[in-house]
């Protein structure tokens, strides 16, 4: 029963019932409409259900103001949205444009609400789901995304207490559109790839769902329920290659969330940008948001020999890349021609002793130096990704990081190295969480603030680490993506880490630093 306010708004408005309403919650990013609903809302409109997209982040980014006018910055936003204090203050804060938002969604009086949840966004999801459940209880709420997958420990809180009513593991088209398909039926049916909850407050599991395989059966995404001018490239979409990865990093979720590597070909991604160009003809960029955009070689030259045969004029971003022997020079030239303007390349470390032992295999043969030196010569951004203190890292290693930014130096200009603002750290679902023996990790103190079993790798040198590897690139005069040469939560990181070391003098310390 809808809440007495919410009705007599509705009743205002002429408006086509939904099944299914998609959401995306406030959270950290915000550059672009959300991927992942455009290509979910097409798939299950292909399939006759009814689907609607709605977006409370960009909502409330584009109004950022006052105290919380910089929370979608990459520094600033990275740990606050993991405060449930925080978060509650920042719905106060906008109160009125967050009521506005649920009226707007419950005016289509959907079936079911939807919400994709990512690390940043899980605790403004579950706010937000609360609020749904205020004013309209009868509706069907349910989870998606890397934060409530099966390896996780919460999706099975959230269903027991009752705050949603399902979660989707894994990739989401088929099983949504199963979940949907039966919502009528009498009787709890299980829905493969979906836990739901029961009557009685138990769980309903549905098993694994394959992953879906070819990708081309997937339709082209659905940007129509998004106001593009609001989003920070006003003519920018993004796209993707794969799905999964082919490599096996023992930090990393992403084999668990996709267990099977699969590549779209450089045609089908052709022709959807072609398709998008058709709907969207001020498009000037295509960003590709996948995990690894490069690991079949064959459909990326595919891909550019296309928008070299046919003048697009478009440019686009290789954002996650493998950093591998192939991006040689003939190929960098032919990403340029073709209108790649950056490459991305999540190196970590420059240790191959490092990278083999953390299963980052792929880069193994490369040349780093070279690859760096032939992207930035063919005057592409070249974006470096680094981390700090992972298992099994020396002092040589940590070295080698720092002698690589000498190394690179005279690429300054076209090459941004990145910092991880978290050093290292392992989440549930990734190889060293599960099983930590084998990498030498204690996880008593949590996925943060770990260390080694010999004591020798712990947070604050981690952090050290950071910051030293930080102040030497900018002395070289290397720039970051997030624009820091410190850790902007440094005091508050380490006021916690004492405070769950049980170590109340410098934990005290370093939260009123905080403050």
């Known amino acids: 029963m809808y809440n007495r306010s919410v009705k007599l708004l509705i009743a205002r408005k002429n408006i086509t019932k939904l ?107 579950r706010f937000l789901a609360r609020k749904f459940r205020q ?117 990393c979720t992403e084999n668990k969330f996709f ?73 960098c030239e032919k990403l340029a021609k073709a209108g790649c303007i950056v490459v991305g390349y999540g190196l970590e470390t420059t240790s191959k002793r490092l990278l083999k032992h953390v299963g980052k295999a792929a880069c193994l043969d490369a040349d780093f130096i070279k690859i760096v030196a032939d992207g930035a010569r063919m005057k592409m951004t070249i974006g470096i990704n680094m981390m700090f203190g992972l298992p099994c890292e020396n002092e040589d290693d940590f070295m080698q990081q720092l002698r690589f930014l000498e190394e690179i130096r005279k690429f300054r200009k076209r090459v941004l190295v990145n910092p991880a603002l978290n050093f290292c750290y392992f989440p549930e679902g990734c190889e060293a969480h599960s099983n930590p023996d084998k990498y030498g990790v204690d996880l008593r103190n949590g996925e943060l603030y770990w260390e080694s079993k010999d004591g020798s790798n712990t947070f604050p040198e981690r952090l050290a680490k950071f910051e030293k590897f930080c102040r030497a690139a900018a002395r070289l005069g290397f720039d970051n993506l997030f624009g820091v040469t410190e850790n902007v939560n440094k005091n508050l990181l380490l006021g916690r880490y004492y405070t769950v070391k049980n170590d109340s003098g410098p934990a005290l310390e370093y939260l009123l630093k905080s403050f």
């Open 19 to 125: 099944d299914l309403a998609l959401i995306q919650p406030p959270g950290w990013a915000s550059q672009n409409p959300p991927l992942g609903l455009a290509v979910l809302k097409s798939y299950l409109v292909q399939n006759r259900i009814s689907t609607r997209n709605f977006d409370l982040n960009i909502a409330l980014y584009s109004l950022r103001h006052g105290p919380y006018k910089d929370v979608w910055d990459l520094a600033n936003g990275y740990y606050v949205w993991g405060s449930e204090s925080y978060v509650k203050k920042l719905y106060g804060y906008y109160s009125e444009e967050t009521l506005g938002f649920i009226y707007s969604v419950l005016a289509a009086e959907p079936k079911v609400i939807g919400m994709s949840v990512h690390w940043s966004s899980i605790l403004s999801a």
């Open 135 to 251: 004013f309209s209880p009868e509706t069907k709420i349910i989870f998606g995304g890397p934060q409530v997958a099966r390896y996780t420990d919460i999706w099975q809180t959230l269903l027991k207490t009752g705050e949603i009513d399902a979660v989707c593991f894994g990739e989401g088209e088929e099983s949504l559109r199963e979940y949907m398909d039966k919502l009528d039926s009498p009787g709890e049916t299980p829905v493969s790839g979906i836990a739901s909850r029961s009557e009685k407050g138990g769980i309903i599991e549905g098993g694994v769902l394959e992953t879906i395989k070819p990708l081309y059966k997937l339709p082209f995404a659905d940007f129509s329920d998004f106001n593009l001018k609001l989003y920070a490239g006003e003519n920018v979409l993004p796209s993707y290659f794969s799905r999964g990865c082919i490599n096996n990093c023992c930090y």
């Open 259 to 331: 267990p099977k590597f699969r590549n779209r070909t450089g045609k089908r991604l052709f022709d959807e940008i072609v398709h998008q160009l058709s709907l969207y003809p001020k498009t000037t960029n295509f960003r590709l948001h996948d995990s690894v955009s490069n690991a079949n070689m064959k459909e990326l030259e595919a891909f550019c020999d296309l928008l070299l045969a046919n003048k697009t004029g478009i440019r686009f971003n290789l954002e996650n890349a493998v950093i591998r022997k192939e991006m040689d020079a003939r190929l």
